[in-house]
């Protein structure tokens, strides 16, 4: 194992000092092993959000490029939904 020197607030350094006196934790060491566990857990879920939506975004170029995307047009939309809302209309 690699020892090191890290600086803690006051706050945290006491966290860690009770959790030890409490006895849940063996030492300090053990509870900054497992900060760090989680830190990289943490760290790897983020990267792999980041990756799906990069995906995602790459999903969207080629569907732009393919032309499958049309601008945003409000009117449009409004006009495709009272459509639909009278179709329905007509058919109840």
């Not at 900060?35 to 990289?40: F, K």
């Not at 857990?41 to 792999?48: D, I, P, T, Y």
């Amino acid at each position: 194992m690699e020892r090191l020197t890290i600086t803690l607030t006051a706050e945290m350094a006491e966290a860690v000092r009770s959790a030890v006196s409490e006895g849940d934790y063996a030492s300090s060491s053990e509870i900054i092993r497992e900060a760090l566990r989680d830190w990289q857990l943490k760290r790897n879920a983020l990267r792999q959000e980041l990756e799906a939506l990069r995906a995602k975004i790459g999903r969207g170029d080629l569907e732009i490029a393919a032309g499958h995307v049309r601008d945003f047009d409000a009117e449009r939309i409004i006009e495709a939904g009272g459509r639909k809302l009278a179709g329905r209309a007509s058919s109840g």
